[in-house]
C-alpha cells in the first residue's frame, strides 16, 4: 500500500512539473522567469529552507541587520524561482546568439567576460574541469562550451522522483552530458577528461567524505573530486559562473585557468592548496552577490 502511495504521489508531482513545463512555454522566458520569482518568493519562506538560509546569513554575516537579512533571503528566493522559470527554455538558448529567444527588447540576453581564456584553453587540446556552484542561473553554465558544439559532461544530483528525474533530463538534453554524483560519476569523469574533453562541476556542495577546508571565512567539509583530478592527470580547471544582470538576462564570467603539473613533491599538500584556491574563487563570488547563491545548503 505504502509503494502504490509513493507511486500516485510521484505521478500527481510529475503531472504538476509538465503543466508548469508547459505553462511557460506558453508564456515565454521572460514572464516565466517572473512567474518562477513570484512564486518561490511566496513559498520558500514557508519551507524548513528558510531558517537554514537564515542560519547560513548569520554565520557568514552576523553583522547584518534584520531588514537586509530578510531582503538576502527574499533576493535568493527571487533568483532560485526565476532558474526554475527558466529551467523549460535552457537547451534553446545560445550564449552566441542574439536572435529569438537570445534576445530581450532586441538586445542580446548573454554577455561574455573572458572568452580569451577559453579560447587559450581550446589551443591546447587536452582535458579540461569547468568548476562553478550554485549561483546566478548554475544550470545553463555548459552552454558556453556545447553550444559551440563541444562536449562536456557535468555531474549532478538525480531528483528523488524517478518520473521527474527523466523530465528533468529531457529538458536538460543538449545543454550536456550528465553523470551522477558518487563513484560512478568520478569514474565517468575521469574517462571523458583522458579523452581530451571537457568536464563541468558545482564545487560549493558538501561532502561528508570530503576535506575540511575554509569557505567564505570557516572550515567546511569540500569534495576532493575537482583537485584530484586535475593533480592526477595535469589538467587545467577553469572558474566559470553566470551572473543573473536583471531578470532573465546573463553574465557568463570565464576566469584564468589554474593550471596543475604533478611535481612529485606533497601530494596532500598539493591538493589542500588546490581545493583553498577553488574554495576562495566561490568565496569571492559569493561575497560579490550574495543574493545570488544558495544559501539553503547544509554546507557547514
Not at 135 to 144: A, D, F, K, R, S
Not at 199 to 205: G, K, M, T, V, Y
Not at 207 to 231: C, D, Q, S
Not at 247 to 268: C, L, M, R, S
Request: include cysteine; glycine fraction near 4%; charged fraction near 25%.
Amino acid at each position: 500500500m505504502k509503494k502504490v502511495l509513493v507511486y500516485i504521489i510521484y505521478v500527481l508531482e510529475a503531472f504538476i512539473l509538465c503543466l508548469w513545463i508547459g505553462l511557460c512555454r506558453v508564456i515565454g522566458i521572460d514572464l516565466a522567469s517572473n512567474l518562477g520569482s513570484l512564486f518561490v518568493k511566496f513559498i520558500g519562506p514557508m519551507t524548513k529552507f528558510d531558517n537554514r538560509a537564515k542560519k547560513n546569513i548569520n554565520k557568514i554575516f552576523p553583522n547584518l541587520d534584520i531588514n537586509n537579512q530578510k531582503k538576502l533571503k527574499k533576493d535568493m528566493w527571487d533568483n532560485l524561482g526565476r532558474n526554475i522559470g527558466e529551467l523549460p527554455f535552457a537547451n534553446k538558448l545560445n550564449p552566441y546568439d542574439a536572435k529569438n529567444i537570445n534576445s530581450i527588447n532586441n538586445k542580446p540576453r548573454f554577455t561574455i567576460e573572458g572568452e580569451n581564456y577559453l579560447n587559450e584553453i581550446y589551443k591546447n587540446k587536452k582535458g579540461v574541469i569547468f568548476f562553478s556552484a550554485h549561483i546566478g542561473n548554475w544550470e545553463i553554465c555548459p552552454l558556453i562550451l556545447s553550444s559551440k558544439d563541444l562536449k562536456v559532461t557535468s555531474i549532478y544530483r538525480h531528483a528523488n522522483n524517478p518520473i521527474n528525474e527523466k523530465i528533468i533530463q529531457w529538458l536538460r538534453q543538449g545543454i550536456s552530458d550528465y553523470a551522477p554524483k558518487g563513484p560512478s560519476g568520478a569514474k565517468t569523469l575521469f574517462k571523458v577528461l583522458r579523452n581530451n574533453e571537457y568536464a563541468a562541476i558545482l564545487a560549493d556542495q558538501k561532502l561528508n567524505e570530503g576535506k575540511v577546508i575554509k569557505f567564505l571565512g570557516h572550515p567546511a567539509k569540500t569534495a576532493t573530486a575537482i583537485a584530484e583530478l586535475a593533480l592526477k592527470l595535469s589538467i587545467p580547471i577553469v572558474p566559470i559562473h553566470v551572473e543573473r544582470i536583471k531578470g532573465a538576462k546573463f553574465k557568463y564570467i570565464i576566469e584564468k585557468p589554474i593550471y596543475n603539473i604533478k611535481n612529485n613533491t606533497n601530494h596532500n599538500e598539493e591538493l589542500n592548496l588546490l581545493l583553498e584556491k577553488i574554495n576562495d574563487i566561490i568565496s569571492k563570488w559569493i561575497i560579490k552577490k550574495p543574493s545570488q547563491w544558495l544559501w539553503i545548503h547544509n554546507r557547514w
